[in-house]
């Protein structure tokens, strides 16, 4: 048999959870609300090949992210767009840093890339120090520096001030701003774009908007940067109903700040809830929350119980992350973490 490419093969594919389930808190999605709320299909022409410029929709991204539809790309998600500035900066000799723990897929962008990766550590409790990130910045060079901000798994979050510090400080790197929940927390640095040519922020709406099922993805950056980056885009990457239902989306605004107040009110009382259990829930500024618990395998347990939650001890030893659900799906849960340490206790 051909085999893959070399660098390829000890890749593990990317496998997602597909037990059945009650509730899905492991994978940071919205709920449904908006499609069962508004969704019309009238003017849907799905036997034309998409707009391969997605205008309409760059137009309603461009009034709703503050700056120009020239100042904006979009991909299949966001994750296309990362992969897509790796492939078109980096050589094989190049580096890429992020942070340590991370958003997974970093990695194996630069796996598939085929470019070196390196990553900044975190503090004891999971922040990031702008002196470390400097520093590292010092010591590896990278080609890009990926700052996921708020950081997923961790919920932790650099404030604009000191993005702007790192900013000033490099120039000579593209700098990927990966905001894809800064929604529910934090402060956009997209108004920045025009002020450093190696800026590129990444938005999606597969977070706040709920729609993560459409694959859409916003690259925010100088118009030079975007028109250079244009040259990699795939026509009609992003396909009518995406573009259709996301516009859609654009227009009821109002449902999605509900949405987003919804899940501030409810991670707050998820933090309480977690504490009252014992847990030990850090500090989120986005729609999910990282906790530690020396309960074994509590994913596996809950997962038995129709919960799904994602295990990340295989990075972090007896940390869990759960996403911000609806009101009955939280107590749902916290109900069934219950029956887990009760079962526990009744063991030991
Ligand atoms: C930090 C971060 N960036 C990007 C993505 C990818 O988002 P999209 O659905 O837009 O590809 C995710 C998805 O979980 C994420 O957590």
Known sequence: ?????????????????????????????????????????????????????????????????????????????????????????????????TFEPSFSMYPIYCKLADVKYSSIKSQDNYSFKIENILNKYDEEKPKILIICNPNNPTGSYIEKKDIIKILDYINDTVVILDEAYIEFGGESSVDLINNYENLIVMRTLSKAFGLAGLRVGGLISNERMVDNLWKVKLPYNINSASQYIANQAFENLNIIEDHIDHVKMERNRMKQMLEKEEMKPYNSMTNFIMFETSIENLDKKLEKKGVLIRNFSKDIENHYRVSIGKKEDNDLLINRIKEVKYEEGKRS
């Open 1 to 97: 048999m051909i085999d893959i490419k070399k660098n390829l093969r000890t890749l593990i594919p990317y496998k997602v959870n597909t037990k059945p389930y009650d509730v899905k808190l492991d994978a940071n999605e919205g709920s449904n609300y908006l499609l069962n709320a508004k969704l019309n299909l009238d003017n849907f022409v799905p036997q034309l090949y998409p707009d391969s410029d997605a205008v309409l929709l760059r137009e309603n991204m461009a009034r709703y992210y503050g700056c120009k539809k020239s100042n904006i790309m979009v991909g299949n998600g966001s994750s296309e767009l990362i992969l897509n500035v790796i492939n078109s900066f980096c050589d094989k000799e190049d580096k890429v840093i």
